[in-house]
């Protein structure tokens, strides 16, 4: 069963999509299919730092910089109203050994529709 | 068919490396004798952030990466990229980057004069244009490069 729309997902921004120098966000954070994502009602914030972490920096070189943050309800209505091609966006739980608020958005997401999705994404640094 | 009708008249076990593939079709990092001249233009064009980011993905991300095992930085996309950052006009004050997607792609962004992103993707095989300011969101082969920059980017 899919994902609840009232849920709200969270998405590793590492070092390869985001340049902390200039701040720009690479669109391709959500470009393509089976995008990678954490639900925050099982695993909540504070603690997705660490599972990400875990799972996110190989190679070690490899950053976690930011979580960006949105709601599922939120994603979908981006896909269905993205005028190029509406998309019908979902979540689906994909839980993993030990990391058992993984899912994924399981359709291609298209360059147009990823930038889209970007401009409506919380993100968050980590507070230490 | 006779020997000479095939140049390689023998065959490698699956897992033994082939070193008589073209460098773009290799897995091994080799030296490359190109990269002084591309460490050049890429910090002509992008400055010494765009030439750290080059230098981040060809010495860390040159195998499989990520939680989802993405793909290693594609030598041909590297090419590709190179060839179109010769040719781009990349406003001199404007903020640019380079990013590597799970495709193993360079991905180049810049923001232009009304701080809106332009972004290439150089696949191995054609090239995504992303636009934000007109709109313009469209992929291409390579034969039409050139046609390409002249239209969008020569200024």
């Known amino acids: ?128 | 068919m006779t020997v000479t009708d095939n140049p390689r008249s023998y065959h490698y076990s699956d897992n033994f490396l082939d070193f008589t593939d073209e460098p773009a079709r290799s897995r091994i990092t080799k030296f490359e004798p190109g990269n002084a001249a591309r460490e050049q233009t890429i910090l002509r064009k992008l400055g010494i952030n765009g030439w750290g980011r080059w230098q981040y993905f060809r010495t860390c991300f040159s195998d499989q990466w990520g939680e989802s095992k993405q793909r290693p930085l594609s030598p041909r996309s590297q090419d590709r990229f190179f060839e179109a950052l010769e040719k781009l006009r990349i406003p001199k004050d404007s903020k640019a980057s380079v990013f590597l997607t799970d495709e193993g792609n360079l991905e180049l962004v810049w923001l232009d004069d009304a701080d809106e992103q332009v972004q290439i993707e150089f696949g191995p095989k054609d090239f995504e244009v992303y636009i934000e300011g007109s709109g313009i969101d469209d992929q291409y082969s390579y034969d039409r490069l050139d046609e390409i920059i002249d239209r969008f980017f020569a200024g």
Not at chain 1, 92 to 104: C, K, N, Q, V
């Open chain 1, 1 to 128: 069963m899919s994902v609840s729309g009232t849920e709200d997902i969270a998405r590793a921004i590492c070092s390869d999509k985001w340049d902390a120098e200039t701040g720009i966000l690479s669109a391709s954070l959500f470009k393509g299919a089976e995008t990678s994502v954490s639900r925050l009602s099982i695993t909540p914030l504070e603690d997705t730092w660490t599972v990400f972490r875990k799972n996110v920096e190989k190679p070690p070189e490899r950053l976690l910089d930011r979580i960006g943050i949105i709601n599922v309800q939120s994603l979908m209505d981006i896909g269905s109203n993205f005028e190029a091609n509406p998309t019908r966006l979902s979540v689906e739980p994909d839980p993993l050994d030990g990391y058992p608020s993984h899912a994924i958005i399981p359709q291609k997401i298209s360059r147009g529709l990823a930038n889209k999705i970007l401009k409506s994404l919380d993100i968050r640094e980590e507070v230490k």
